[in-house]
């Protein structure tokens, strides 16, 4: 079950996709930790690149990089660390992601919509990740 608290992060997960210059999805994140934004990140191109994730076919460009990586990698260069954190998100993680999410310690995963791959979330739930749904619905 999920509390006040992880619906409101998830809010403002599904605010934050919305500086994503991606056309074909916008996806945000939230690290918290000790009810704590420790960090935060959308999906897009990293810095110094064009703001703009898909080809001409709208198929997005292989070095975008997602919301979840960016919140990690901007973690990566505080003095934060996602040991024991929640991470939100408004689509559930890819393989690649996973990977990282366990690599981190992050301890929770809270997210809305799913990703059309299902294995990142077996890969966590397989390595004790705490993972919670939150329905669309459930946030208005």
Known sequence: MYSKFDKAYLKMAQEWAKLSYCERKQVGAIIVK???IISDGYNGTPSGFEN???DENGKTHWYVLHAEA????????????AKGST???????CKECSK???QAGIEK????????DDEGIA????????????SEDDLN
């Open 34 to 36: 000790d009810r704590m």
């Open 52 to 54: 703009c994730c898909e």
């Open 123 to 134: 890969f966590l739930k397989n390595h004790n990740i705490e993972i919670i749904q939150v």
């Open 100 to 102: 990282l999410i366990l």
């Open 109 to 116: 995963l809270v997210y809305i919509n799913a990703y059309s």
């Open 87 to 93: 991470l939100y998100l408004t689509l559930s993680p």
């Open 70 to 81: 960016n919140a990690i990698l901007k973690l990566a260069g505080s003095t934060q660390s």
